[in-house]
């Protein structure tokens, strides 16, 4: 009696149902490529804990750790401070797999060792897993004799410790560990890899802890200096003047300034703010340059420039942390890249600006003093990359030197101007 009605319900019900079903099968693939995608991230990053097996992991985890290494070594400065860069395993990994049950009770064992010896660095060192029988450190600021007294205490604490596995086995076990000191033993990476590789190695013939000699091309120290004669000095006035027309410290270091370089500078800097983004942690970028730095060329000539740059790149130096990230821009800019909120940056850079016009850069007979501005921009509250932050920074430094130089300015919504949209800087960034 009613068969249209009827069929149209059925037809609705039908089409409902369609409907729901395609809706929880898209829900359930976009739900699964979240999941692989997050797993993925988490692996990349190191915050999933999985076993280091395949070659491939292997490699990518030693990537990492001389990463880190070489953002130490350098960290856009001349003045480079010591690290200790050890190597940590397992003396006798044969004879422990077979008790601890094979690669798995070795992959336990290190996952014990990174846990227990994570606890006794300080927050300032590196520990990250190599493979499955050993562990890379980085005691930064550390010397030779500091980092055989910490390596000393960390070997002690491994083998105090229960190592426990998850067939039953425990037990204590018996560290070793190769060391070597940057600079002394090795001023580049593959140098000073290449001397870590061989003081494991010694280190795993039974001495348990190891530490390389000074290399010998290491740059004598000050004592050492006083006892030379002479003709030695002259030699060494002749090496000083080859490395400064073809620097062998660090080809990332502007000779003149000592902090990195222009060319280098960009990617230094998306690799340090891609780090800290990954962490959540505040980044804030400083670009900074002297108040009408083109007076000074005019009236005490070419070379006050030369002056008032080398005091700047010093002051940075002075002023900056171990970890701030310092590199000169353009002809007479500066930036820096540091982990810190948005008011801390713009401490810093208010303290930057006191300290220059304390300051006298001397060019041949006549002292400089000089005023700088600074302008300060924020991740997250301004941009998410170097480029965006450099942009904002700029206009901000703008707005400093156009209110009469002298001063910290952090970006705001007013300084954007129509004119400023199309910044050549910006472009080569």
């Known amino acids: 009696m009613f068969p249209f009605p009827i069929a149209v319900l059925e037809s609705t019900t039908l089409m409902q149902g369609i409907v729901q079903f395609a809706l929880v099968v898209g829900l359930s693939f976009s739900g699964m490529v979240l999941l ?17 097996a395949v070659a491939g992991e292997t490699f990518q985890a030693a990537n990492q750790f001389q990463a880190e290494l070489l953002r130490r070594m350098g960290g856009g400065r001349s003045q480079t401070v010591s690290l200790v860069v050890a190597y940590i395993g397992l003396l006798d990994c044969d004879k422990l797999g077979a008790l601890a049950g094979g690669s798995a009770g070795l992959q336990e064992a290190r996952r014990w ?10 927050q300032t060192d590196v520990m990250l897993p190599m493979d499955e029988e050993r562990l890379g450190l980085i005691l930064s600021a550390c010397g030779r004799e500091q980092g055989v007294l910490i390596m000393e205490r960390l070997l002690q604490a491994l083998r105090a410790g229960l190592c426990r596995t998850s067939n039953g086995w425990s037990g204590h076990l018996e560290p070793c560990a190769g060391c070597v000191v940057f600079p002394e033993n090795g001023e580049t990476l593959r140098a000073l890899i290449e001397e870590l590789e061989e003081a494991f190695s010694a280190s795993r ?14 740059v004598p120290t000050r004592h050492e200096g006083l006892l030379r004669d002479e003709e030695e000095d002259e030699e060494e006035e002749v090496e000083t003047q080859e490395s400064l027309e073809s620097p ?9 300034t000592g902090v990195m370089r222009s060319d280098r500078i960009g990617n230094a800097m998306a690799k340090y703010m891609a780090a800290h983004r990954r962490e959540g942690r505040p980044v804030t970028m400083l670009y900074l340059s002297a108040d009408h730095l083109e007076r000074y060329i005019k009236q005490y000539g070419d ?14 130096q002075r002023e900056t942390r171990e970890d701030d990230l310092l590199g000169r821009y353009g002809a007479d800019g500066f930036l820096v890249l540091m982990q810190c909120s948005m008011t801390e940056g713009l401490a810093v850079a208010r303290r930057l600006c006191a300290s220059a016009r304390r300051r006298k850069a001397v060019n041949e007979r006549w002292p400089l003093r000089i005023t700088i501005s600074v302008g300060v921009a924020a ?18 430094l703008e707005e400093a030197h156009a209110r009469g130089g002298n001063s910290a300015l952090l970006f705001d919504r007013s300084f954007v101007r129509e004119r400023r949209r199309l910044d050549d800087k910006v472009d080569r960034f």
């Open 113 to 122: 060792m990174l846990e227990l010896l994570s606890q006794s660095v300080r």
């Open 36 to 52: 692989v995608s997050f797993l993925r991230f988490q692996r990349m990053t190191g915050h999933l804990k999985l076993p280091v």
């Open 205 to 218: 013939s039974g001495t348990g802890l190891v530490f390389r000699e000074p290399s010998a091309r290491s």
């Open 379 to 396: 991740w997250p509250e301004h941009g998410r990359t170097p480029g965006e932050l450099f942009r904002l920074a700029n206009w901000a």
């Open 303 to 316: 070379g006050a420039d030369e002056a008032l740059l080398r005091m700047t790149g010093e002051l940075l």
């Open 248 to 256: 062998r410290i660090s080809p990332m270091v502007d000779p003149l």
